[in-house]
């Protein structure tokens, strides 16, 4: 008898009893499979698979896109802020095409909401939230790939997580200011609901991505104008703070120091437009996690550029940036064999811009966001010390006769009088405390 006669795995496993060898089973040594395609059941249909609410007489209720979300919508039906004649119309739901059941993302959002998710290891609950802004553009609300991912994953460090659900601009609205509102209302909310979502009121985040971090960026240094302008009688929400305690700005759109002066539509030879004034910076503007790719992402490289040197130069502190060397901005177009372009968690074909997740719950620890709820973190200690030497610094050189107005001569530009810092920047208090 010979080797060759016999079948394909009998043969290596004698030869692996005669030479000691390893077998090595491949395509052609394995075993035939014998059924055919025709002989298998059918597969049942995905189940439990995601509906949008149904229209009725009143405003439309959305859904929760996972299991066991609290839904909770941002503005009561009356609100100046919705417009009365869309807010019954139903969202409308595109599922992913390789994952039946899994989300990939929302358009026409009229009453937007927000949907709370408790962290599953609760006897390890760090209080901490993170309010999940998605991008795609302002055109759609890509909440599969870059929120409900996320519910899970920041689940397992003890994070409870937020995902928004926001205006945009294919349904008729102004993202600088409807879609922003949207996010500093969130904040609001969910800081009012501390007590009975078991979280700390001063760990509340926001994390945008693409064109959700054009959400974050004006929330954290813009939120004093929005708290002001809501602080009206019938309010419940009038007395919380819509500051935000740290902002997460992933591959980011335009942030509020982007300066974008002539364009196309500039006449020949006309002189540049004078550069816009830019916002100030609120002395107690909390700190930033910022990521990007560089190279392959350069516009948003740029932009992520911009928030980071305008909160380095306003001294703000625990700033972070990570710029990769390689990678692409989710939905860019790539050659055969390039760097994938995919966002959120996924793995983007192994490259280190992948890893960036574990850098931010890096981050989140060091300024003890991480820690036992209810304990004055890092983050909040270094900004009542940074505003403490900026009121030292200012005294110091009034005293010497060097005051040039506001903030006094050498103060970062832009950056606002030294005050008593806002809620999340102290020792923890209540829900709402100014």
């Known amino acids: 008898m010979t080797l060759k006669k016999m079948h394909p795995l009998r043969s290596l496993a004698l030869l692996a009893l005669l030479t000691g060898a390893t077998p090595v089973f491949t395509a052609e040594t394995a075993p035939a499979v014998t059924a055919t395609a025709s002989s298998l059941p059918p597969l049942p249909p995905p189940m439990n698979v995601p509906k949008p609410g149904p229209v009725t007489d009143g405003p439309y209720q959305p859904q929760p896109i996972l299991p066991g979300g609290v839904v909770v919508t941002l503005f009561p039906p009356n609100s100046p802020y919705l417009k009365p004649d869309r807010i019954k119309e139903a969202e409308v739901y595109a599922m992913n095409a390789s994952a039946p059941g899994r989300f990939a993302n929302i358009t026409n959002i009229h009453n937007p909401s927000i949907e709370f998710h408790a962290t599953t290891t ?17 055109n759609t609300l890509n909440v599969g790939g870059e929120s409900a991912d996320f519910v899970h994953f920041l689940s397992g460090y003890g994070i409870n997580t937020v995902i928004l659900r926001n205006r945009l601009r294919t349904s008729g609205y102004n993202p600088q200011v409807d879609a922003v509102a949207d996010a500093q209302q969130a904040i609001k909310i969910v800081r009012a609901y501390a007590k009975e979502w078991q979280i700390d009121p001063n760990k509340i985040g926001i994390m945008g991505f693409s064109a959700g971090a054009e959400l974050a960026t004006p929330a954290a240094i813009k939120w004093a104008e929005f708290d002001q302008k809501n602080d009206v009688p019938g ?16 591959y980011p759109g335009p942030t509020p120091f982007t300066v974008r002066t002539g364009g196309r539509g500039a006449a020949a030879g006309a002189a540049p437009a004078a550069a816009p004034e830019l916002p100030p910076i609120p002395n107690n503007t909390p700190p930033s996690f910022i990521v990007c790719a560089g190279w392959g992402d350069k516009g948003h490289a740029v932009w992520a550029d911009d928030w980071f040197r305008a909160m380095l130069n306003a001294n703000v502190p625990n700033v972070e940036m990570h710029i990769y060397a390689r990678g692409r901005h989710p939905g860019d177009p790539v050659n055969p064999g390039d760097t994938p372009s995919s966002g959120g968690l996924t793995d983007r074909g192994g490259i280190a811009f992948g890893t960036w997740p574990a850098r931010f719950i890096d981050w989140a620890r060091d300024l003890e966001f991480t820690g036992k709820a209810g304990v004055e973190t890092r983050a909040a200690r270094d900004i009542v010390a940074n505003i403490e030497r900026q009121a030292s610094a200012a005294a110091n050189r009034g005293a010497r006769g060097q005051g040039r107005g506001p903030g006094g001569a050498g103060a970062p530009a832009g950056v606002a009088t030294p005050a008593a810092p806002a809620q999340g920047t102290s020792a923890p208090k209540a829900p709402g405390t100014p």
């Not at 939230?129 to 302002?138: K, N, Q, R, S, T």
């Open 122 to 138: 609760r006897s390890l609950n760090t209080g901490m939230v993170v309010i999940l802004a998605a991008g795609g553009g302002h």
């Open 235 to 250: 309010n419940p929400f009038a007395k919380i703070s819509s500051r935000p305690d740290f902002v997460g700005v992933i």
